[in-house]
C-alpha cells in the first residue's frame, strides 16, 4: 500500500518541491505591494514575524500529519481521528479545487505575457489594453489549456519522476533567474528610489488592516490550510527532519519573496524617474506597468528582460499549479483506488472547465465581470461596495476565507484529536535534538495562538468583505 504511492527521493527534493508550492504567484505580485504599501521594512518584520511563530507551527503539523499517515488530506483526518474528522480533509480538497480553477487562469496570463515579451510586444500599458488581452478568450483559453496540460503531465509522473523532478529544475532555475534580474535591475538609472520605497520603514503605515492583510497573506503565501503540505509530507520518509525541513521551506519563500520586490521596485522606479508617489499595487503592476519598463530598455534587451521575467513568473506559478493539482490526485488514488493518470487528467479537465466562468470573467462577459456585489477595501481601507469579477469571487472564498478555516481546524484538529504528544512524537523521527522551548512553543501556538488568531481572521474576513461590517 503506503509504499507504491511515491516517495521524495531526498531532503532536498522534498523541500524544493514544498517549497515551489509555497513560492509562487503570491510571492511575485502580492508581497511587494503589500511592502511597498505598508510601511517597507516595518511590513517585513510583521510578516516575517507572522510566518515563523504562527504559520510555522501549523506547517510542521500538516507535514506530520501526513508523514505519520502516509496518505491523502482526507485518509489521514480519517485514520488519525475518525471518519467525523474527514470533512476537513474534503474542506482542503475543495479548496485546492476552487483555488487550481482560477490560479490556472492567471498563470495562463503570465505564459501568454511570455510570449508576447519574447515576439517584443509591450503595448499593455492602460486598463484597457491589459483587459484587450484577458478579453480575448480564445487566446486565453489556449494558455489556459497548455498550463493545466503541463501541470498534469508533471503530476501524472508521480513524485520522484514528476513532482520532485521538476521542482529541480523550476526552482533553481527560478533563483538565477530572480538573482540576474534583480542585479540588473541595480544597474538602471533611479533604483535606489525605489529599493527606498520598497524599504525605509514608516511604522504609521502599519494599521489593523495592514496586520491583518499580512497574517492572510502568509498564510496562503505558505501553501497552508489546504493540506497541501499533508499530501506532500505522506511522501516524506521517516529518517527526514519535519522541523528543519519547514524551516528551510518556509525560509526560501520569504527570500524569494523579499527578493521579488528588490528586483520590481527598481524597475518601476526607473521607468517613474524615480517618482513612486503614483504607484499602485496588485495585478495591474505587474501586467500593466511592467510592459511599459521593459519597452523601455530597447527592443532587444526589452524583449530579452522582459520574457525572463514573465517566465520566472510562470515557473513559479507551475510548481504551485501542481501542489493544488495534487491533492485531489492523491485523494483520488488513495481513497477511490484510481490510477494516477486517470485521476490526474481527469481532475485536470474537471479543474480546468470549472474554471471557465473565471477564465471569462476579466473582459469577455459581462455578466462574470462584474458576478457579484461584495465589499472591497478602496485606498483608504474604507469598506465600499465592488462588482467583482467571478475570478476574484472565488479567490475570495477559496482562498481568503477556506483557508484560514482550514487552518483553524487542523490546529485544532492537531492539538485536541490528534493531541500534542503524538505531534511531538513524529516531529522526533528523524530529528537527533529538539531543544525544549521550541516543542513547548509549538504545542502552545497549537493549541491556543493559532486556533484563536486564524479563527478571527476568517470571521473578519467574512463579516467585511461579504457584509460590509468594518471591522478595522
Ligand atoms: N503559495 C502559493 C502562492 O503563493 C499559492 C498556493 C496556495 C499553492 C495554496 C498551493 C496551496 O502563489
Not at 502580492?30 to 516595518?42: L, N, Q, S, T
Not at 489549456?145 to 520522484?160: D, W, Y
Request: proline share 3%; net charge negative.
Amino acid at each position: 500500500m503506503a509504499t507504491n504511492r511515491g516517495q521524495f527521493n531526498s531532503r532536498l527534493g522534498f523541500v524544493l518541491a514544498a517549497a515551489g508550492s509555497a513560492v509562487g504567484l503570491g510571492n511575485i505580485w502580492k508581497f511587494p505591494f503589500e511592502v511597498g504599501a505598508g510601511g517597507g521594512a516595518a511590513f517585513v518584520l510583521i510578516y516575517l514575524a507572522f510566518c515563523f511563530l504562527l504559520c510555522f507551527p501549523v506547517m510542521v503539523s500538516e507535514i506530520a500529519i501526513g508523514r505519520k499517515t502516509q496518505l491523502n488530506a482526507v485518509g489521514a483526518f480519517k485514520k488519525l481521528g475518525h471518519h467525523n474528522w474527514a470533512w476537513i480533509g474534503f474542506l482542503g480538497v475543495l479548496a485546492g479545487v476552487l483555488i487550481l480553477s482560477f490560479y490556472n487562469v492567471v498563470a495562463g496570463w503570465a505564459f501568454g505575457y511570455f510570449l508576447e515579451m519574447s515576439q517584443g510586444n509591450f503595448d499593455f500599458g492602460s486598463v484597457e489594453k491589459f483587459v484587450g488581452f484577458t478579453a480575448d478568450w480564445e487566446h486565453i483559453f489556449i494558455y489556459g489549456i497548455v498550463f493545466m496540460g503541463i501541470t498534469a503531465l508533471i503530476v501524472s509522473k508521480g513524485i520522484q519522476g514528476g513532482i520532485e523532478k521538476a521542482a529541480k529544475i523550476l526552482m533553481p532555475t527560478l533563483f538565477a533567474m530572480i538573482i540576474g534580474l534583480m542585479i540588473y535591475s541595480f544597474t538602471l538609472s533611479d533604483a535606489m528610489a525605489g529599493v527606498s520605497y520598497y524599504l525605509v520603514p514608516d511604522f504609521s503605515e502599519i494599521t489593523g488592516e495592514v496586520i491583518y492583510s499580512a497574517l492572510g497573506q502568509a498564510f496562503f503565501s505558505l501553501s497552508l490550510g489546504m493540506g497541501a503540505l499533508i499530501t506532500y509530507g505522506s511522501y516524506v520518509s521517516r529518517k527526514q527532519d519535519i522541523v528543519r525541513s519547514a524551516a528551510m521551506i518556509t525560509l526560501t519563500d520569504v527570500s524569494v519573496a523579499f527578493l521579488a520586490g528588490l528586483m520590481i521596485f527598481p524597475f518601476v522606479a526607473f521607468l517613474n524617474a524615480g517618482d513612486m508617489s503614483s504607484v499602485s499595487g496588485g495585478p495591474g503592476l505587474i501586467f500593466m506597468t511592467l510592459p511599459g519598463v521593459f519597452e523601455s530598455l530597447g527592443p532587444l534587451l526589452g524583449k530579452i528582460v522582459g520574457a525572463v521575467f514573465f517566465l520566472l513568473l510562470s515557473f513559479a506559478a507551475l510548481t504551485s499549479t501542481v501542489s493544488l493539482l495534487e491533492v485531489p490526485v492523491a485523494y483520488l488514488v488513495d481513497e477511490k483506488k484510481i490510477k494516477r493518470p486517470v485521476a490526474v487528467w481527469s481532475m485536470a479537465i474537471i479543474i480546468f472547465a470549472i474554471g471557465i466562468p473565471s477564465l471569462l470573467s476579466y473582459g469577455a462577459s459581462d455578466t462574470l465581470s462584474s458576478f457579484v456585489n461584495l465589499f472591497k477595501a478602496d485606498a483608504d481601507g474604507v469598506l465600499k461596495e465592488t462588482a467583482l469579477p467571478f475570478l476574484d469571487f472565488v479567490e475570495l472564498i477559496a482562498s481568503d476565507t477556506f483557508l484560514p478555516l482550514g487552518g483553524t481546524f487542523i490546529a485544532i484538529f492537531t492539538a485536541y484529536v490528534w493531541k500534542k504528544n503524538n505531534l511531538n512524537a513524529e516531529l522526533m523521527e528523524g530529528r537527533e535534538t529538539q531543544s525544549q522551548w521550541l516543542s513547548k512553543y509549538i504545542d502552545f501556538a497549537i493549541m491556543f495562538i493559532c486556533p484563536v488568531v486564524l479563527g478571527a481572521i476568517t470571521i473578519i474576513t467574512i463579516l467585511e468583505r461579504f457584509f460590509g461590517i468594518q471591522v478595522f
